[in-house]
């Protein structure tokens, strides 16, 4: 088995939903695992592995007693907000399908995927999400106009993390 048919092999395992295969001949044994909890992914670029800085943090051991939360302040008649509200309701939030290293491009002299203000339709790839040193091709599931982007460009992305906002059409 070459390394073209270990590359075939891993592209059907993500793009077929199994959740493991093994294949083992006298020279070699492989073993490919998918990952059905996030769906079918797809790996179209090389992996780059990029240093993230290690963030700790110190809790005081002493337990710290809660204020209870100031009562709403009545309306003042400014209502501006309401409007905002009532306008970003129509808005989709795209939230990341998996836990992983956000990208905007497939590299970084490349063009964005998706720009504000851009028009997209069910299918298109806005971003890569890189997982275990897998590049994750993360395609649209709406058609609309991308409103603003909400996270930045090789940021650390959890799991249902909001990551665009769109205008639906």
Avoid: W
């Amino acid at each position: 088995m070459d390394f073209k048919q270990i590359q075939e092999l891993i592209k059907l395992v993500s793009k077929s939903g199994i959740s493991e295969v093994s294949i083992e001949t006298e020279e070699m044994k492989v073993k490919v695992k998918g990952n059905l909890a996030y769906g079918p992914q797809t790996n179209n670029a090389q992996p780059v592995f990029i240093p993230q800085p290690i963030q700790t943090s110190v809790e005081s051991a002493a337990p710290v007693s809660k204020a209870p939360a100031p009562a709403p302040a009545p309306s003042s008649g400014d209502e501006s907000e309401a409007p905002k509200k009532e306008a970003n309701s129509n808005l989709i939030t795209f939230k990341s399908p998996i836990v992983g290293t956000f990208y905007r491009s497939s590299g970084p002299d490349k063009e964005p995927f998706v720009k504000v203000g851009d028009e997209i339709s069910v299918g298109d790839v806005l971003c890569i999400i890189e997982a275990m040193k897998l590049f994750n091709e993360i395609e649209s599931e709406h058609n609309g106009k991308i409103v603003k982007i909400l996270i930045d460009d090789a940021s650390p992305v959890e799991f249902e993390q909001p990551l665009f906002l769109i205008e639906p059409r």
